[in-house]
């Protein structure tokens, strides 16, 4: 048997005393990230909270396994709205939720994307929660991390209609501060948000671009 580095150890004991982990159980979240998306969700932007997800609203949750923001969504857009997610790995069916398994940076995926929106073209809000898989290697993760919140961003630009909303998971690096300009120029209010649910040593954060102006002229 492999034994277990000191780091893991560290991660599992955090993991077990987590308070929004205990939460997330107690609430019937599927994981903690649920909450990440709860509080991103009920930011005043524009001064009116709890406006980025709604009644009847369509929303494209990309990287959504094991569920916790299409749980979240779902609830918030209740039986007239639409949720299609899509990951990598699968992920439990959720009422509400229209899941596809499949490579979001794929034609595949992309076409099958496509098609469970139907027969609307447009989306109100895309979400993405992607992260690469960590290799330990700094420059090459932020790369990584880098190339999925663009491929996010291509996405919303085709997708959302007019007004739209674009939340996406950012790594600070190196190109951390051009990806915040280019959503400046397709969005009307563009916020950078480190939930309280994001780990303290996690350099994640999450960009929320609301109002989208319709044509990308990044």
């Known amino acids: 048997m492999a034994k ?13 005393t987590d308070p929004f982990v205990l939460r997330a159980r107690r609430e019937g979240y599927r994981s903690r990230a649920a909450f990440k998306l709860l509080e991103i969700a009920s930011y005043p932007f524009g001064g009116t909270p709890g406006r980025l997800l709604g009644p009847g609203m369509t929303v494209v949750d990309l990287g959504s396994a094991p569920g916790g923001w299409s749980q979240v969504a779902a609830e918030m857009v209740g039986g007239q709205g639409r949720v299609v997610a899509m990951d990598l790995l699968a992920m ?5 939720v229209i899941f596809i398994q499949g490579d979001f940076l794929g034609e595949v ?34 790369t990584r991390g880098e190339s999925l919140a663009e491929a996010a961003h291509e996405f919303a630009c085709q997708t959302l209609e ?12 190196p190109g951390f501060h051009e990806t915040v300009r280019r959503a400046r120029m397709d969005f009307t209010r563009v916020k950078v948000i480190k939930p309280q649910a994001s780990r303290d040593r996690s350099a994640e954060q999450y960009l929320v671009g609301v109002g989208f102006r319709g044509v990308s002229s990044s």
Do not use: Y
Not at 4 to 16: A, D, F, K, T, V
């Open 162 to 173: 007019l007004g739209g909303t674009l939340v996406v998971k950012l790594f600070h690096g």
């Open 92 to 96: 439990p069916p959720l009422e509400g």
């Open 4 to 16: 277990r580095r000191p780091s893991s150890g560290r991660w599992l004991r955090e993991h077990h």
């Open 109 to 142: 995926g992309l076409r099958s994307l496509g098609e469970a929106i139907q027969p609307r073209r447009t989306v109100d809000v895309v979400l993405s929660d992607m992260a690469p898989n960590m290799t330990g290697i700094a420059l090459a993760d932020q």
